[in-house]
């Protein structure tokens, strides 16, 4: 799986957008970018994944750029519950029930979500 | 969507004793479940693959007699921290087939 590069630590003020960047300029073809978060002494969340377009759902959206060597997490208006580490995984998504679902986790970012 | 539901949430034991922890999938069958370990202040770091009805496959450094897994059923597999000790303490958390879901995580404290 590609290596990936995470700011350690950002801040964000409540309400405001949360941008999380993350470089993955080793990327596969085939292989998709993962995003989860893991909240202090929980086990990791899964938030959102995508290959090569830009992906939304109710928790965030996901920005690839297009020669897909970074992408951007952006939590739309982030509340004090959104205060975790945030790790982006890039992995070849081998569907269910194979060996491919490992993921290798790196540093990740601390978000901290300000009053 | 799918749960996977371990316990215990937390122990303490004493230098010596074995503990057994619980991952269980709830509404899928998972014939492949992951554990992964996690120190203070650190990333979660994979310690083995439990494949159901079949031998665990450990990660490089992961001793597999002080760490026994056991998958027996499509919804069951258990890490047993045999004779722990207190570099065992750690976080220990379970994944399941998909990669997608996780359990809650179990903190290990050895005294």
């Known amino acids: 799986d590609a290596k990936t590069t995470q700011p350690t630590s950002m801040d964000c003020a409540e309400g405001r957008a949360a941008n999380l960047p993350c470089n993955h300029s080793?990327?596969?073809?085939?292989?998709?970018v993962y995003w989860y978060r893991q909240i202090h002494s929980q086990g990791p969340q899964y938030i959102i994944h995508g290959l090569k377009n830009n992906e939304t759902n109710e928790m965030a959206s996901l920005i690839i750029t297009e020669d897909r060597k970074s992408s951007t997490l952006i939590l739309p208006h982030a509340t004090l519950r959104d205060t975790a580490v945030y790790y982006c995984i890039v992995r070849v998504d081998s569907g269910w029930g194979t060996s491919g679902s490992r993921l290798t986790f790196g540093e990740g970012t601390q978000l901290t979500v300000n009053p | 969507g799918a749960v996977v539901s371990q316990h215990p949430s937390r122990v303490i034991c004493k230098s010596g004793t074995s503990v057994k922890i619980e991952c269980r999938s709830l509404?899928?069958?998972?014939?492949?479940m992951f554990w992964y370990r996690q120190f203070p202040k650190q990333s979660l770091m994979l310690m083995a693959t439990?494949?159901?009805?079949?031998?665990?496959?450990?990660e490089q450094g992961v001793e597999k007699d002080k760490f026994l897994i056991n998958h027996a059923s499509l919804t069951l597999s258990t890490l047993t921290v045999t004779s722990a000790h207190p570099e065992d303490s750690s976080f220990y958390i379970c994944s399941g087939t998909d990669g997608y879901t996780f359990g809650s995580g179990t903190r290990l404290t050895v005294v």
């Open positions: 439990s494949n159901e009805g079949s031998k665990a496959t450990y």
């Open positions: 080793t990327i596969s073809g085939n292989e998709y």
């Open positions: 509404d899928f069958q998972a014939t492949t």
